[in-house]
């Protein structure tokens, strides 16, 4: 039993990075399709940037890179975490009770992992981390 309890400990962190990445880069392509077009939708053609749509395609794109990286984790992810709310109560709830029912299940989805990112930080390996045992090692005793 303690072989099992040692890989689960072992490997729990990296597992939240791997998470981690992988969800802040689907992520980005909202972003990536709001502001870049790509990929292409014609939803997002002629988008504003300075627009509520616009704002939440900047904090897609740049919130989702600074998670991929695994900087400034839980502040991001909170952020994130609170524009998906917004976006789940603006857009989705309108149209119906039901996640499934009103498209809103990935708002749901990423609202509550980014809430996660914002209380466990982003992983073993993330730049937070690297920068945190930067300082253990580089402060006097």
């Known amino acids: ?13 990296r597992i ?11 992520f980005m392509e909202h ?12 939803m997002f053609k002629g988008l ?20 991929v990286i695994g900087l400034f984790t839980r502040a991001t992810a909170f952020i994130l975490s609170g524009e998906m ?12 009770f039901f996640p ?11 609202c509550f992992i980014f809430f996660y990112f914002a209380t466990a930080g982003g992983g073993l390996w993330s730049v937070d981390q690297a920068l945190q045992h930067s300082k253990r090692t580089n402060s006097p005793p």
């Open 16 to 26: 939240l990075s791997v998470l981690r990445v992988v969800v802040a880069l689907l």
């Open 100 to 110: 499934v029912l009103n498209q809103g299940e990935l708002a749901v989805l990423y």
């Open 48 to 67: 504003q940037l300075f627009s509520l749509l616009g704002f939440a395609g900047m904090l897609e794109l740049f919130g989702g890179a600074l998670l």
């Open 85 to 96: 709310a917004v976006a789940y109560f603006m857009v989705h709830a309108p149209r119906g």
């Open 31 to 42: 972003g990536t399709m709001k502001l870049l077009g790509y990929p292409p939708s014609e």
């Open 1 to 13: 039993m303690k072989d099992r309890t040692d890989f689960f400990a072992v490997w729990q962190p």
